[in-house]
C-alpha cells in the first residue's frame, strides 16, 4: 500500500498547471463529452476518474473501501504531478462506458476465409475501441497459388491487406482515434517483393509495413548469397531469391517512402518470454511492442524530465525519485489489466494469463537538456543505458514484490522465469519504449527516447493568427541569458533548428540539437541503448534530411543489426511527397506511358475550343481565383490569378499553372496531379467554409478536385475532400489541422492540435 504520508485526497490543482496547448489536446481528445462535443468534464475530473476506477481493482487483492481510496489518491498523484502517464485508452475509456484500455493488440490470420474475415471483424471491434493493431501476413499462401476447394488460384497477402485497409478506413475509434495497423511479412515468403514495394503508389494509408528479416536472411546478405522461399501452405521451398538484391530493395522503397521498416523476427523470439505458448510473428502499430497472437499492450510512461534533484554541480537524476514513481508505475499498469474489458474473450484470456506490461519513458531530450548533455554525445548514450538499466531492475523488483502479494502472471510455468536461476513474477514482461506523442503534449515533454524536433514551430490558429511555441526550457535560457526576444524565435520557427543561427550563443545551440541536426548513427546508438535494459522494444525513428541517400539508409540497418536492436524505421524527409502515384497507368489519352523515355513525350497542342470553370478560393496570400479547362480528351489547363491583396508572387503562380497545364496536356492523369499539389503547406493556411487550405497549391489542388466532380457528375464538388484529407497525411501534413507532422517513434504526430496516426 501507499505510505503514510502519501496524500489521502485530491489537493492538486491540476488545470492550473497544464499548457495552453495541453488543454486544447485534452478538451478535444480526451474529456467527456455531452452530445453536442461539449466537453462536461476538467483534466482535474479526467484524472480523478481514471484514478478511481484503475484503484478498485485493489478490491480483487484484499483491499477495501478505505484502502482504494486511498491508493485512487495516489493514482491522482502519480498523475497529476505529470511524472506519470498511462496510455492514451486508459486516459479516454476507464471509467466510461467503453472500459477498454489497451493501446494495442495483435490478432493471428490463418490461410482460411474465415480466419480472414473473422480478423477483419475483430479488428472493427478493436478499432472502435481505440486500440491499433498488428499482423502477420505469413501464414497466408502466395499470389497465384492452388486453391483446392475452388479450384482457382490464391490472390496472396498484399491483396488482403487491401480488405484490412478499407475496414480501417470505416471506422472511427470511439470518436477520437483513427485506427492504425501493422502489416508484417517474413522475408522467405514467396510475396516478399510485392509486399516491399506495396506503399510505392501511397495505398494502405492505415498501415506501418515491416520486414521480418530472419537470422538466415542477414547471413547470406553479409555472404552475398541467395537464400530460399517457403510456401506456408506445405511448408516447401518455393524458389530463391538474391539476398543482396532484395536488401537492396528493402533500402530503397524506406528510403524513398518511409516504408517498410524492418524487424529481427529471431532476435525478438530469443526474447520471448512465454515460448511454450507459441511463437511472436508481429508487433503492434509502432514496433515497439513484440506480442504474441491474441496479446495485449498495456503501457505507461515516466517523465525523465521531472526526475532531477539539484546539486552543487548542477541538476542530476534524482535515483530515489525514479526508483518511486517506477514501482507504483507498475502497481498502476497491474491493476489495468484487472479492470480492462477486452474486446475479445481470446484476448481476456491471453492479457491475463501473461499480464503483460509495458512501463517506458518520456522526457529523454528534456532531461539531458536540463543536464547540458547532447543527445549526439557519448555522454548521453552513457546515461541512456544506466537510466534505463535502472528502471528495468526496479520495475522487475516491482513485479516480484506484486508477485509476493497477489502471485506470478497465470502462465508463469513454462516462461523463461520457470527455472533453476529463475524468480517470482507477477508480469511476463515489464519495460517498453513506446511512442509517447499526444502524452508528450499533455505532460509538456520531449518525446519518448527521441531527440526535440523542433527548437520551436508555428501554430496556426482561427483567423490565421500565427502563435510561436517555443520549448519551454530553451525560453527560459534564452531569457536567462538574455538573448531572448520574440523576432529570434520567430526566425528560429521558420528554421526549426537552431544549428545555424549565430544569436544563440554556441553551448546553447549545441545541446539544443534537433532530429535532423544529429547524424542517423547517433539515432541508432541511442535506440540500442535502450533497448539493452528493456524488455519489449525500443520506439524510434531515425530522421534523414531531404539529400540522404539510400547508401546511409543502409548503413543505419547495418548498424541497427549490429547493435541488437529489435527493429528499425526511418524516416527520410520529403520522402511522403515523392511516392510514385502513377506507377504502371495508362494516359486519358490512351496511350501507355508506363516505359516512356525522357524526351519520348510531348503534350498536345492546346485546344482551340475549351469548357471550364472558375473558382474563387481563399488562401492566406488572398483570394485565388482558379480557372480549369477541358475538352473531349479531358482535362488540359490550369490559369490562376491572385485578388488585389496580393501574396505570391505572380511568376511563380504562372509557373505552377503552365506546369499543371503542359503536365494535363502531356496525357498525365490530373488525379496525379491534384495529388501532388494536395498537402503542400505554405507558413499562411487559410479556413474557409469547406475545410483548411494548406498554401496556393493546396487551393489548385482542391479545385482541380472540384472540377473533377464537375466534368463526371455535372454537380460542383464542394469542400476540402476526404481525398484531401488522406494526402495531407502523405505529404507530412497533418490531416486535422494542417500542420507540420513530426514523424518519431515509428509514428506520425502533430504538435499543434495533437493528432496522431498511431499512439
Known sequence: MPDAARKTEYSRAIDDILSPNSLKVLQKRYLLKDEAGNPVEQPSDMFRRVAENIASAELAFGGDAD????????????????????????????????????????????????????????????????????????????????????????????????????????????????????????????????????????????????????????????????????????????????????????????????????????????????????????????????????????????????????????????????????????????????????????????????????????????????????????????????????????????????????????????????????????????????????????????????????????????????????????????????????????????HGSVDDIDDVPEDVRRIFVTAHDIRPEWHVRMQAAFQKHTDNAVSKTVNFGHDATAEDVRHVYDLADELGVKGVTIYRDGSKDNQVLTTGKTSKSGAAEEHARPGEIEPRPRPMVTQGRTEKIQTGCGNLYVTVNWDEQGMCEVFTQMGKSGGCASSQSEALSRMISVSLRAGVDPEAVLKHLRGIRCPSPSWTEGGKVLSCADAVGIVMEHALTYMQTGQAGKGVSKTGEKLDYLSGACPECGSSLEHESGCAVCRACGFSKCA
Not at 511463437?279 to 509502432?286: G, K, L, M, R, V
Request: glycine residues 8%; negative net charge; proline residues 5%.
Open 67 to 494: 484502502s482504494v481510496a486511498e491508493m485512487a489518491a495516489d493514482f491522482y498523484d502519480l498523475m497529476t504531478s505529470l511524472e506519470f502517464l498511462p496510455n492514451s485508452p486508459t486516459l479516454m475509456n476507464a471509467g466510461r462506458e467503453i472500459q477498454q484500455l489497451s493501446a494495442c493488440f495483435v490478432l493471428p490470420i490463418e490461410d482460411t476465409m474465415d480466419s480472414i474475415f473473422s480478423a477483419v471483424r475483430d479488428t472493427a471491434m478493436i478499432h472502435k475501441s481505440g486500440g491499433g493493431t498488428g499482423f502477420s501476413f505469413s501464414r497466408l499462401r502466395p499470389g497465384g497459388d492452388q486453391v483446392r476447394s475452388t479450384q482457382g488460384v490464391s490472390s496472396g497477402p498484399v491483396s488482403f491487406m487491401r480488405v484490412f485497409n478499407q475496414a480501417t478506413e470505416a471506422v472511427k475509434q470511439g470518436g477520437t482515434r483513427r485506427g492504425a495497423n501493422m502489416g508484417v511479412l517474413r522475408i522467405d515468403h514467396p510475396d516478399i517483393l510485392t509486399f516491399i514495394k506495396c506503399k510505392a503508389d501511397g495505398d494502405f494509408a492505415n498501415f506501418n509495413i515491416s520486414v521480418a528479416l530472419t537470422e538466415e536472411f542477414m547471413d547470406a546478405v553479409k555472404a552475398g548469397g541467395r537464400y530460399a522461399l517457403y510456401n506456408p501452405r506445405n511448408k516447401e521451398v518455393a524458389g530463391e531469391l538474391d539476398a543482396r538484391e532484395v536488401y537492396d530493395l528493402i533500402v530503397q522503397m524506406a528510403w524513398a517512402t518511409g516504408d517498410p521498416g524492418i524487424i529481427f523476427i529471431d532476435r525478438m523470439n530469443r526474447d520471448n518470454p512465454t515460448p511454450a505458448l507459441g511463437e511472436i510473428e508481429s508487433t503492434n502499430p509502432c514496433g515497439e511492442q513484440p506480442l504474441l497472437p491474441y496479446e495485449a499492450c498495456n503501457l505507461g510512461s515516466i517523465n525523465l524530465a521531472r526526475m532531477l534533484k539539484l546539486s552543487e554541480g548542477g541538476p542530476e537524476v534524482d535515483w530515489d525519485r525514479l526508483a518511486d514513481v517506477v514501482h507504483r508505475g507498475i502497481r498502476f499498469l497491474d491493476d489495468v489489466i484487472e479492470v480492462n474489458e477486452y474486446p475479445l474473450p481470446k484476448i481476456d484470456e491471453l492479457a491475463r494469463g501473461n499480464r503483460k506490461v509495458g512501463l517506458g519513458v518520456k522526457g529523454w531530450a528534456d532531461m539531458i537538456i536540463k543536464m547540458n548533455i547532447a543527445y549526439d554525445s557519448e555522454d548521453a548514450v552513457a546515461l541512456g543505458e544506466k537510466v534505463m538499466g535502472f528502471i528495468n531492475a526496479e520495475a522487475k523488483s516491482a513485479s516480484r514484490k506484486l508477485a509476493e502479494l497477489r502471485g506470478n502472471f497465470p502462465n508463469w510455468e513454462g516462461s523463461v522465469y520457470d527455472a533453476p536461476e529463475g524468480s517470482a513474477m507477477r508480469n511476463a514482461t515489464v519495460t517498453t519504449i513506446a511512442p509517447t506523442g499526444t502524452l508528450s503534449i499533455i505532460a509538456n515533454s520531449s518525446s519518448g527516447v527521441e531527440p526535440l524536433f523542433a527548437v520551436s514551430y508555428v501554430r496556426t490558429v482561427m483567423d490565421n493568427d500565427r502563435l510561436i511555441e517555443v520549448n519551454p526550457i530553451f525560453e527560459e535560457i534564452a531569457v536567462k541569458r538574455g538573448f531572448y526576444s520574440s523576432e529570434l524565435m520567430a526566425l528560429i520557427a521558420d
